[in-house]
């Protein structure tokens, strides 16, 4: 079912009673689908876990001698460039 964004607001009840029957609602505004609402029990999670070892850019700056003192190197970076 399709619902303009001003129909939802004027029949809201209407379409949330077509969620609870199991219908999908997609909800357009200006003539495109802008969301879709759907039961929660249609919604399928897929969480993945991930290594953090598995991500690239972990640890890519392991090698650097210059940031073996993480605080030190901030406080590097945030020092002013002038004295005034």
């Given at each position: 079912m399709q619902l303009s964004s001003?129909?939802?607001r004027f029949h809201t009840?209407?379409?949330l009673d077509?969620?609870?029957r199991g219908e999908q609602i997609e909800?357009?505004?200006h003539g495109k689908v802008v969301a879709v609402m759907v039961a929660p029990e249609a919604i399928t999670k897929s969480v993945t876990k991930v290594n953090v070892e598995d991500v690239s850019a972990f640890g890519m700056?392991?090698?650097r001698d210059d940031m073996?003192?993480?605080d030190?190197?901030?406080r590097e970076l945030r020092k002013p460039r002038f004295k005034l």
């Open positions: 001003k129909d939802l009840k209407s379409a077509a969620v609870k909800i357009t505004f700056w392991a090698d073996a003192d993480v030190a190197y901030i």
